[in-house]
């Protein structure tokens, strides 16, 4: 009798995997939208969308994953996405010299022209598809990072509220600089 049970719970066990293999992950809902899966970190398996493309992804925390430059997932990201595109993104930040912009959108050419643009807020970032083709680990950050990088972002987006155009302008001038030296 207990082997008998214990026969039927690993059919039972054994067609739930299946079942959920065959479940769409957000790495498939990417791909059909025509955009990279390494957009999001390794892992993801909470996620929800609509019709209309409005998606929810929940993670189990905030977390850091090294690009050419960094970026930082909040536990919850949410956008819409349609081809080639996700418009009106909240919980990605990406790193630049030190501060944390906010990504409100990203797309690619379609045809692709190998190249993947995030929207910033005061410029697009232009980055090498190929970064992204897979997803990558991602470390957790600890609260008081948290706060850190609110505090950080705070600051990027009064920035970038209040003198648009203007990091680019300092960034070139830094450089510059630079080259003179
Ligand atoms: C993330 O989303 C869930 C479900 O919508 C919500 O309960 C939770 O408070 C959110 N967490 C954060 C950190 O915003």
Known sequence: MLRLICY??????????????????????????????????????????????????HLDQACNAKFESELHYDMNVT????????????????????????????RVDVPSSGLIYFDVGVV??????SLFEMPRDCVAVRNEEIVALRHRKFIADTVAKSQPGKVGYELEQENFGRDFL
């Open 79 to 106: 956008g819409s996405l349609s081809y080639g595109q996700i418009g009106a993104l909240s919980g990605i930040s990406s790193q630049e010299l030190f501060l944390w912009f906010p990504v409100k959108g990203i």
């Open 8 to 57: 039927l719970s690993f059919l039972v066990i054994s067609i739930t995997t299946v079942y959920s293999d065959q479940e769409k992950s957000i790495y498939d809902v990417l791909k059909a939208h025509g955009l990279p899966i390494g957009l999001l970190p390794k892992g993801v398996k909470e996620f929800k969308i609509d019709e209309t493309g409005r998606f929810e992804v």
């Open 124 to 129: 697009f970032k232009q980055f090498s598809l």
